[in-house]
């Protein structure tokens, strides 16, 4: 519907509401449950119970369910109830771990929920915005995040920010006058405001008229909805592993049942043989422990304000080696300062970081002075908070302006020089000319209870300096001379070259009763001073950029501020080296593709830029070989956060649909929080790595002891709900303590990952053969010693060889902690290794010596004494590879 078209008669008429008394409850209860909740489609969410289904999905547990199916039918009851019971409690694990990270999203969601002021029964009342229903009459006020369409039935002075549906970087000043033109772009609905966007000045009223998926943000939105997910890198390369454990299980499986019955052995026992070897090849725990190391790794980010909204996308974090970021409120405040003030003769520095209404003012000696004793400058920052609609509040334990940022650090300044709210109290505003981008100025005219009455112009001053005709300085007021305004531009200069935006102070007295039209209060104008303003570094993100370097990950600033801000603040952060360039968009635009790739590697910062401009810088990097992550806040952004490799919105400014098409959203909206999740994906995948080589090495020495035995005619060492057992349970608990240990101290200084790089690169592959190869020897030689021949020492040997698997795996364990030697880690250092390798044991011990699990795992009572001969044995694999690494 083209809403903007309608008069507020026809509007009334055709949404079916009284527009002074707003809808009945019963109006809007009915739209309600005809039309939905005004919120966004995420797609379909999973069933409970197709999420705990979905855990027995994989191939390897499959394959493992059919041999376990089989066994059953040859028999063996008690192995495959036992087998199903392991299994069964596998897939409960993964199924809470899912659930916890959906309950996360959860949580998200909940912060991005604003309410709304809507007119019901006549009466104002505040609604959660998901309740909003069309033709709900709603107002608007300055800093509102707008919850659905509205068509504007009053408007003061409002004043809109789009960036987020448009891309327009500047507020727009809204009207209620309907449009008679047929086809008008978003940008050019004057009369409208949309979801999503950000009110920053005045006020209004409108009548929704479009909520949901039918808002303008909606209709975007519904095209990310429909697009599927491509597996990431880890998921790949695990898929390839279990189809070969599976390919490698089924051969092995093939060779003992043809051997054996070759033999002369019976079809039966040779095909429990080769299960027996099948279960052995297949880490069953495997994807239910990737599973969990991926959703704690996602806790601690939660803990460290980042939200991963893919799971399995975690490790894509980790070879990051392009960082694009905005710049306002990710590596800025998004508060802005006043940094310095000045008159004609007089020039202070002030300090003091964000809305935080406390700072000093100090003069060029650095001296600290009181600005209350220097007449120029106390009237100047009185003027500029009586010439402002913003309002500093405390809000919890921080200070937030509610109105233009820029109107908020004048007032802030204010504070600091001790103007109070009783101070500005003793004024009235009697008339106003609102801002204005083409003016690029804002007039108030105010009224002292002394009877004291003038006209208060803020703006550019280079807008407002040829308007003036006198200046004041130390020695009172007096004409503008040539010198005057030349020092004044010689100051206005000296701010820009430091990134400061400048705002000018003007005013004029008035007489009591004296008419004057807009014009007129505009001229003749006395001018007064200058305010520096900038949006500051965020103190801890210079740090983090220098880690990031340190990484080998390179940051690029992308704003759509003026290029000389651009610099002064990635000088300020050290992020630009002396050869780095900078890229304005408008020549951005005049380069097609190969140009842009032939500079992309040497630009650091990119400035003036739309959000179309952000998809080609990261197709360019992209294309060069690098793995990009893209922040960004707006429906516009959303098409380059889902082409980066690893997109990142933003929790407090971000729209719906840029968290919807991210992998990661940043709850503080600040870059540093992008740092840590590289290191967090980083050492996920170190850690994934590393319960890798552990579990793989276990599962090389049970296949080695199996098939060795098979070779020289020996009974099986282990029977294959042992096996399982010590996959799933006692090598489970001391993976997943793998999954929680802490990163080496290196792992911000490497160079990020290939990701083409395989699961068994640097040396992983030797590693998990080696260990596997010592870890089935001596396994095998604790059975052949206490089987010595004998068939009724058989449970007896089977039950030594089962303990002696288990030490070996559990001393090995700590060898895993590092990719250099088991000496090069404290094994104290991480607890959950610790008391999982102790729970394991005790697993170990109750399987031994509680009589009614005997028959299940085929065990017996083991004397104390042959606890040493099981231990020296079971340390062997690890501390000969220890020493010889060291």
Do not use: C, W
């Given at each position: 519907m083209n809403w903007y078209q309608y008069n507020l008669e026809n509007l009334a008429r055709k949404l079916d509401v009284d527009m002074n008394l707003g809808l009945s409850s019963k109006q809007a209860e009915e739209r309600l449950k005809k039309l939905g909740h005004n919120e966004l489609e995420e797609g379909k969410s999973v069933s409970v119970l197709l999420l705990f289904f979905r855990q027995f999905q994989d191939f390897m547990v499959i394959v493992l369910l059919a041999a376990t199916l089989i066994s059953g039918l040859l028999g063996e009851y008690v192995d495959a109830i036992a087998i199903m019971a392991i299994v069964f409690v596998n897939a409960l694990l993964g199924f809470f771990q899912e659930q916890k990270a959906e309950k996360s999203l959860a949580k998200l969601k909940e912060l991005s929920a604003p309410h709304a002021e809507v007119l019901r029964d006549g009466n104002w009342e505040k609604v959660h915005s998901r309740e909003l229903v069309v033709g709900d009459i709603v107002k608007v006020t300055s800093g509102d995040r707008i919850s659905a369409d509205l068509r504007l039935i009053t408007a003061s002075g409002l004043e809109v920010e789009e960036s987020s549906l448009t891309g327009e970087s500047l507020p727009v000043l809204k009207h209620t006058n309907e449009l008679k033109e047929g086809k008008v772009e978003l940008g050019d609905q004057g009369n409208m405001v949309f979801s999503g966007t950000l009110a920053t000045r005045g006020s209004g009223v409108g009548v929704v008229v479009g909520t949901g998926m039918k808002t303008a943000m909606g209709q975007i939105a519904s095209l990310l909805v429909q697009t599927n997910r491509m597996p990431t890198p880890l998921e790949r390369k695990l898929a390839e592993l279990g189809k070969i454990l599976i390919v490698t299980a089924l051969l092995l499986t093939a060779f003992v049942v043809i051997a054996g019955v070759y033999r002369g052995h019976l079809l039966y026992e040779m095909f429990l043989a080769g299960v027996s070897l099948a279960v052995a090849a297949i880490p069953e725990g495997l994807p239910a422990i990737v599973t969990v190391a991926l959703s704690l790794g996602v806790q601690r980010m939660i803990k460290k304000k980042a939200i991963v909204r893919k799971l399995s996308a975690v490790e894509t974090l980790g070879c990051a080696s392009v960082i694009c970021s905005d710049k306002t409120g990710t590596m800025t405040e998004n508060q802005m300062t006043v940094k310095q003030v000045s008159t004609i003769d007089e020039h202070f520095y002030v300090t003091g970081e964000g809305y935080d209404p406390y700072g000093a003012f100090f003069d060029g000696r650095k001296d600290e002075v009181n600005v209350k004793d220097i007449p120029g400058v106390s009237r100047m920052l009185l003027y500029g908070s009586l010439c402002?609609?913003?309002?500093?509040?405390?809000?919890?334990?921080?200070?937030?302006?509610?109105?233009?940022?820029?109107?908020?650090?004048?007032?802030?300044?204010?504070?600091?020089?001790?103007?109070?709210?009783?101070?500005?109290a003793e004024w009235e505003i009697t008339y106003e000319i609102p801002f204005d981008s083409d003016r690029k100025r804002m007039s108030v005219v105010v009224e002292h209870q002394n009877g004291e009455r003038l006209v208060i112009v803020k703006g550019a001053p280079d807008v407002l300096l040829p308007r003036s005709t006198s200046i004041y300085s130390s020695m009172g007021k007096r004409p503008l001379k040539q010198e005057d305004t030349q020092l004044v531009e010689l100051k206005i200069g000296d701010m820009a070259d430091q990134a400061l935006r400048t705002i000018a102070i003007c005013c004029k007295p008035l007489k009591k009763g004296q008419s004057y039209n807009d014009f007129e209060l505009e001229k003749d104008l006395t001018f007064i001073g200058i305010t520096g303003i900038i949006d500051p570094p965020r103190k801890e993100v210079k740090r983090a950029i220098e880690e990031c370097h340190?990484?080998?990950?390179?940051?690029?600033?992308?704003?759509?501020?003026?290029?000389?801000?651009?610099r002064a603040i990635a000088r300020d952060l050290e992020l630009m080296p002396d050869n780095g360039r900078v890229i304005e968009g408008s020549k951005l635009?005049?380069?097609?593709?190969?140009?842009?790739?032939?500079?992309?590697?040497?630009?650091?910062?990119?400035?003036?830029?739309?959000?179309?401009?952000?998809?080609?810088?990261?197709?360019?990097?992209?294309?060069?070989?690098?793995?990009?992550?893209?922040?960004?806040?707006?429906?516009?952004?959303?098409?380059?956060?889902?082409?980066?490799?690893?997109?990142?919105s933003m929790g407090q400014s971000g729209t719906d649909v840029a968290k919807e098409a991210s992998s990661l959203v940043l709850l503080d909206d600040n870059f540093a929080t992008i740092r840590s999740a590289i290191q967090e994906g980083r050492n996920i995948y170190e850690n994934i790595r590393k319960f890798i080589r552990y579990l793989l090495a276990s599962n090389v020495g049970e296949i080695l002891v199996m098939l060795l035995a098979m070779l020289l005619a020996l009974p099986l060492p282990l029977v294959p709900v042992q096996i399982l057992w010590v996959n799933l349970v006692t090598d489970g608990l001391p993976a997943m303590a793998l999954g929680l240990d802490r990163s080496e101290g290196d792992v911000m200084k490497r160079a990020p990952r290939n990701p083409k790089e395989g699961i068994f690169a640097r040396?992983?592959?030797?590693?998990?053969?080696?260990?596997?190869?010592?870890?089935?020897?001596?396994?095998?030689?604790?059975?052949?010693?206490a089987y010595q021949g004998d068939p009724e020492r058989l449970l007896y040997a089977q039950t030594i060889a089962f303990s002696t698997l288990v030490v070996a795996q559990l001393i090995h364990v700590f060898d895993c902690r590092s990719e250099r030697s088991i000496f090069a880690r404290n094994p104290f250092s991480n607890i959950y290794l610790i008391g999982a390798v102790l729970s394991s044991l005790l697993l170990m011990l109750v399987v031994i010596y509680y009589d009614p699990l005997h028959p299940v795992f085929h065990t017996m009572d083991v004397p104390l004494r042959d606890w040493i001969f099981i231990t020296g044995l079971g340390a062997v694999p690890t501390i000969l590879w220890g020493f010889s690494e060291k």
């Open positions: 402002n609609h913003a309002r500093v509040l405390r809000k919890e334990d921080r200070y937030v302006v509610n109105g233009d940022p820029t109107e908020g650090a004048l007032r802030v300044v204010g504070k600091k020089a001790g103007i109070t709210e009783e101070n500005l340190q990484a080998g990950i390179k940051t690029v600033m992308i704003t759509g501020d003026h290029a000389m801000t651009a635009s005049t380069m097609n593709d190969d140009q842009l790739e032939s500079i992309i590697e040497e630009t650091y910062v990119f400035a003036r830029v739309t959000p179309q401009h952000k998809l080609r810088i990261v197709q360019a990097f992209q294309k060069q070989g690098h793995v990009v992550a893209m922040t960004g806040d707006g429906v516009n952004d959303a098409p380059a956060i889902k082409a980066s490799d690893i997109g990142i040396g992983l592959g030797f590693k998990i053969i080696s260990r596997g190869f010592m870890i089935g020897i001596v396994t095998l030689i604790a059975f052949i010693m």
